[in-house]
């Protein structure tokens, strides 16, 4: 149908159709702008993240500033093509009639099309979000009267939000896909929305998966430790629960590496870095598999060696320190073999590297060899029990509690917290006194006028005293030994009480006060130039050593000359 003519005169009927038509052309980028704006806006409240949101208002902005120069262009072309209409006495009206004779009946098509598909979305838009909003909010309650997610309450409705926003952007990624080539779309718009939907939905996606893995690995979490609490299996379990929020980094790290994985193989110039997501991912899952191997070893060292005795027990302490050696073994060869299996992951021929370390290896032996006796000496060290963590020892000059028996070398700490470490080859002679037993030895000078068995009776209520005090380290009653010198300020009584093993120093400083108050009470005055003395013994005591066999683990602290 051929269109009427506005005005007779052909000037004023060309201002009339340059008019409509630079109208209709502006029309056309306002509503694309518009469009793209609430598709931005739709997505932005679907993410809900600050660099999200930024993003979005950038692009805003563009989309913004790309409708204001297509309306400037229209605008300018329009007067452009009036100007030369004029100038040249051209009747822009037969040639309005061919174009509308060309695409009126396609145009009507497409605009009936159109406002179909506009209609059917709007009420599949609306259908979709009710029935997607009361499907959540089901599971929503659902999620919330599990006892297994009692602690994760906080994060339930966190994630609802996610999947509320993947189901929308979800379904304008599919209305996209479905409608632009029905809509006729150039390819630069069609290929712009493809691109920042598919993103959209890929962030939210690995979001809301992310949350259900989180939140699952809790409930599983949970689960397991109520269900194993009374088995054989809680102490395995209970080694790697420790775990569990590497766990859930581990995975929110998975699945984001392959969210960006499918981002970058849609834009072209990146398809070169896509390999290495699947790459990096398992490269993740081989660290975590050998931290769980670590853990799960570590537990079932301690649960073959350490036995059900107590921790003061000789063979316990022993088993004690075999573990953890045993348990740095089996931490080297899990990493090792981890850090190979990652090598071959990235493509890397581990052959020449297995074979170069053999060679260094052999060379760092003939090379080191102050190390090699160092670990061969902690070898001996450890399996033939010399030294136990929680020993009191003396080595050298150093006097304090074991800390830790490694291959290369021992630490110790001393009784002002500080540590010594020694290397294994150059320990000597060692002085032990947690084997067995350990005896205190005070020597107690009275006056030469002192009733002995008034002073015998005084000494064994003082260790009476004792060990009421101190039931946990007194073994036995005190003994008292008799006179052992009469010298010309007064007569040397020694009294010998046996103590459970370790630090003997502070039960000689506790048995001299109850000694004191007990002399006290009862009138016993001691020598002018009372000195004490303290000999401490293990299982090698003078009672049961055989004749000229040194004593294996003593010290003796000699009494000092009279003042004069």
């Not at 379990?237 to 970058?264: D, F, M, Q, S, W």
Request: charged share 20%.
């Amino acid at each position: 149908m051929p269109l009427p003519r506005f005005f007779p005169d052909p000037v004023l009927n060309n201002v009339a159709l340059t008019a409509a038509a630079t109208a209709i052309l502006l029309l056309a980028p306002l509503a694309l702008a518009i469009f793209l704006r609430w598709v931005v806006r739709q997505a932005t409240q679907s993410v809900r993240s600050k660099s999200v949101e930024s993003a979005a208002e950038q692009v805003q902005k563009s989309l913004r500033l790309v409708a204001t120069v297509l309306a400037l262009l229209v605008v300018v072309g329009g007067c452009a093509t009036l100007a030369i209409a004029i100038i040249r006495d051209i009747d822009l009206h037969p040639w309005a009639n061919r174009f509308v004779a060309y695409t009126s009946v396609r145009t009507g098509q497409d605009l009936l099309h159109g406002a179909t598909i506009v209609v059917a979305v709007a009420v599949g838009w609306l259908a979709l979000r009710i029935f997607f909003k009361s499907l959540l909010d089901r599971i929503q309650a659902k999620l919330l009267s599990v006892a297994a997610l009692e602690g994760q309450k906080e994060e339930i409705p966190v994630l609802r939000q996610r999947a509320a926003s993947l189901g929308s952007v979800a379904f304008l990624y599919g209305l996209h896909r479905l409608g632009s080539e029905s809509l006729g779309l150039p390819w630069s718009v069609h290929w712009l929305l493809d691109t920042i939907l598919y993103v959209l939905l890929v962030v939210c996606a690995a979001r809301t998966l992310a949350g259900i893995g989180v939140l699952s690995l809790e409930g599983i979490d949970n689960v397991g430790a109520a269900r194993l609490e009374k088995s054989a299996l809680h102490v395995y379990y209970a080694g790697i629960r420790k775990l569990l929020p590497l766990a859930k980094r581990t995975l929110e790290a998975i699945i984001h590496l392959a969210a960006a994985t499918l981002i970058v193989r849609q834009f072209q110039t990146l398809e070169a870095f896509a390999p290495y997501g699947p790459r990096i991912i398992r490269l993740l899952g081989t660290f975590f598999a050998a931290r769980v191997f670590v853990e799960l070893a570590r537990v079932v060292l301690v649960e073959a060696f350490a036995g059900e005795k107590s921790a003061e027990d000789e063979t316990s302490k022993h088993r004690v320190t075999l573990v953890y050696l045993l348990q740095s073994i089996v931490t080297y060869v899990i990493y090792f073999g981890s850090a190979l299996i990652m090598m071959d992951q990235l493509g890397i021929d581990t052959k020449p590297f297995l074979a170069g370390a053999g060679i260094v290896g052999l060379a760092v032996g003939l090379g080191a060899q102050k190390l090699v006796n160092d670990m061969v000496s902690g070898f001996f060290i450890l399996f033939e029990g010399h030294l136990l963590k929680g020993d009191y020892v003396r080595i050298g000059d150093c006097e304090g509690t074991i800390d830790s028996v490694q291959l290369r070398v021992t630490m110790i700490r001393d009784g002002f917290g500080r540590m010594f470490t020694f290397r294994n080859g150059d320990i000597g002679t060692i002085i032990n006194f947690s084997r067995e037993y350990v005896h205190a030895v005070v020597d107690v000078i009275v006056e030469l006028q002192a009733n002995l068995n008034q002073v015998f009776e005084a000494l064994v209520e003082a260790g009476r005293r004792l060990g009421e005090a101190h039931p946990d380290r007194v073994l036995d009653k005190l003994v008292v030994r008799g006179v052992t010198q009469i010298a010309q300020n007064g007569i040397v009584v020694r009294v010998a009480v046996k103590l459970t093993p370790g630090d003997p120093d502070p039960m000689p400083r506790i048995l001299r006060k109850f000694i004191k108050e007990v002399f006290d009470e009862r009138g016993i005055q001691l020598a002018n130039a009372t000195q004490l003395a303290v000999v401490l013994t293990n299982d090698a005591a003078e009672a049961g050593r055989a004749p000229g066999k040194p004593r294996r683990a003593g010290i003796e602290f000699e009494a000092l000359p009279p003042a004069p």
